[in-house]
């Protein structure tokens, strides 16, 4: 299952929505068979706050990768759904 974006107003941050979300969606992926999670965040321009997120939900990295010729760098993270 792939997670192309997962939103959290500013203001709503730091309240565990995200977390909901993902075991929900998790649940979800799981009662339909998927076996794992991968997502990819930004580390150029950084986002050190969905990696921190992304790390604290089990997440692992896979692969950074250079984007946009690169003037974006992603990292691919996965997480096992067992």
């Known amino acids: 299952m792939y997670i192309d974006r997962i939103i959290i107003a500013k203001?709503?941050?730091a309240r565990?929505?995200?977390r909901l979300?993902?075991?929900d969606l998790f649940g979800e992926a799981k009662a339909a068979g998927?076996?794992?999670a991968v997502c990819e965040v930004n580390i150029?321009?950084?986002n050190e706050g969905s990696l921190?997120?992304?790390q604290s939900m089990g997440f692992l990295a896979l692969a950074?990768?250079?984007l946009k010729g690169g003037s974006?760098?992603?990292r691919y993270l996965v997480k096992e759904l067992r």
């Open 11 to 13: 203001d709503a941050r």
């Open 34 to 36: 998927h076996v794992r």
């Open 44 to 46: 150029d321009p950084p």
């Open 16 to 18: 565990g929505f995200a």
């Open 21 to 23: 979300m993902y075991e």
């Open 72 to 74: 974006k760098r992603v």
């Open 52 to 54: 921190a997120f992304h």
């Open 64 to 66: 950074d990768v250079g």
